[in-house]
């Protein structure tokens, strides 16, 4: 008895209005069908099946999940769709059909349709609305219609008393692999929209004595589904704010939930405080009594314990210690490992830098492919020239260096520990440590020299 997913994406997406498939869209970073097929393996199914048509081959490519694909080149309807991708499927089986393009159902309301599921019973995802316009009603029975589920009616074919019902068909059905493998192949297309309907399956499971279990989801927005470009904003906001709520409820400072996004992962400590226009990309990690000013972002980024990151900075695939001081107007590029108590000032540019304890590159200045050791001090405006127009080199400088400001540090080089590099001077040689290196010429003062003047 395993439990399968068969996710729908084939549809066009017409009022995208794009070039991209639909699936392909995304929410948070993430494709809108990345979002259901990792839901989906949250869940431990032993398969996931996505049927796709329309932009097959960008949406194969896209994916990195393990799934098994289906085509779907004419959409015939949804019945039509899970049709193309039964294959696998065994009676034992427990199966939830779903869309790839409601990305934000929650796994546990999957589970809770999962779990409804017997030989004897499947279960239905509705949910009663002020508007149900679109969805198909739910049709029950008893004289006050409040009875068991019975049918499902698409809004093409409702009649005027079955629109007025508020109960909607979310979309979501679960079911024994038994009953979908017999039943599907009774659905035909004699209806309104000339479509095989998945939503038929209700009335004939119902036929066949099996009970259809309506479930609801905890929020009406685990359902909405994204066909327009005003509801994938809408359904990211819905997002964004939840997960500003999870943060808060974890202990997190926001200065505003409603200005921070996380377009992937972050994980934090205790009493972390994060000022407005946050971003965090990929997998980001934040240690305890962090501070992060406005207008930050961070891509997959470890920022260690007491670290204050100020404002306007931005930290890519990198590493920092505690107790740092980075910013504000610092970018920190792929590839830095700071070690602790490392200040990086304003319009510093590091990348590929691995930097010690104590060290500091306050101001205006680029290190890059550097190995800088502990408590060097790197004055205003250096640079380490690490490119010579066709290969990258290396700037090693050891312990308690002195760089004077305005360094030009000429790689491959190593500046020696200790050691004190005169301002304004291109070193291009091995300096060695604890002596004082110079290049720039003696500094003259000739005399009896004017001035120009302005000619009349
Ligand atoms: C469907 C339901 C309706 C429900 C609504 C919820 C049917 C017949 N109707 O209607 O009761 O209230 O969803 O949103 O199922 N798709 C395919 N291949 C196809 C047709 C559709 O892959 O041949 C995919 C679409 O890409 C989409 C999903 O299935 O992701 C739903 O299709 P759509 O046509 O939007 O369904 P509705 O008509 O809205
Ligand atoms: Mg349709």
Request: aromatic share 4%; charged share 20%.
């Amino acid at each position: 008895m395993a439990i399968r997913l068969i996710i729908l994406a084939a549809g066009k997406g017409t009022r995208m209005k794009s070039t991209l498939p639909k699936v392909l869209h995304r929410l948070a970073g993430k494709p809108l069908l990345g979002h259901v097929i990792d839901t989906g393996l949250s869940l431990n199914a032993e398969g996931i099946t996505v049927v796709i048509g329309h932009g097959a081959d960008q949406v194969k490519q896209t994916m990195t999940q393990p799934v098994q694909w289906a085509m779907q080149t004419e959409q015939l309807g949804t019945a039509h769709a899970v049709m193309q991708g039964l294959e696998g499927i065994e009676d034992d089986d427990t199966v939830l059909l779903t869309y790839g393009d409601v990305p934000l159902t929650r796994a546990s309301t999957y589970q809770k349709m999962l779990d409804t599921v017997s030989e004897s019973q499947m279960g239905l995802l509705t949910l009663h609305m002020e508007d149900p316009t679109g969805y198909g009603r739910i049709i029950r029975d008893g004289a006050d219609g409040t009875g068991a589920v019975v049918g499902i009616v698409e809004q093409k074919d409702a009649t005027p008393e079955q629109l007025a019902i508020k109960e909607g068909n979310c979309g979501v059905i679960s079911i024994k692999g038994k009953w979908l493998l017999s039943l599907l192949k009774q659905i035909g297309n004699d209806n309104a929209q000339g479509e095989y309907y998945l939503t038929d399956l209700i009335g004939l499971a119902v036929a066949n004595n099996v009970n259809v279990e309506a479930i609801h989801p905890e929020d009406a927005w685990e359902t909405d589904g994204v066909n327009s470009r005003v509801q994938l904003a809408t359904l990211e906001r819905v997002h964004q704010n939840n997960q500003a709520m999870a943060l808060m409820e974890g202990g997190v400072t926001l200065r505003d939930p409603a200005r921070i996004d996380i377009r992937g992962t972050l994980t934090h400590g205790t009493d972390v405080d994060i000022d407005v226009n946050a971003v965090f990309e990929g997998k980001c990690h934040i240690g305890n009594n962090v501070t992060i000013g406005p207008n930050c972002t961070f891509s997959n980024a470890i920022i260690g314990d007491g670290t204050h990151i100020k404002a306007n900075s931005v930290i890519e695939d990198s590493t920092i210690g505690q107790q740092g001081d980075i910013g504000p107007f610092a970018r920190i590029r792929p590839g830095c490992e700071l070690a602790d108590s490392v200040k990086i000032g304003n319009f510093v540019e590091a990348k590929k830098a691995v930097i010690g304890n104590g060290s500091k590159v306050n101001h205006l200045s680029y290190v890059g492919d550097a190995e800088i050791a502990e408590n060097v001090n790197v004055g205003a405006g250096t640079i380490t020239c690490n490119y010579d127009g066709a290969n990258k080199h290396k700037t090693v400088i050891g312990s308690g260096a002195f760089i004077g400001s305005n360094a030009a540090l000429v790689a491959p080089v190593t500046i020696g520990e200790g050691a004190t590099i005169g301002a304004g001077s291109t070193i291009t040689k091995q300096a060695p440590g604890d002596k004082l290196t110079i290049t720039r010429a003696k500094q003259t003062t000739i005399e009896g020299w004017q001035r120009p003047t302005k000619k009349s």
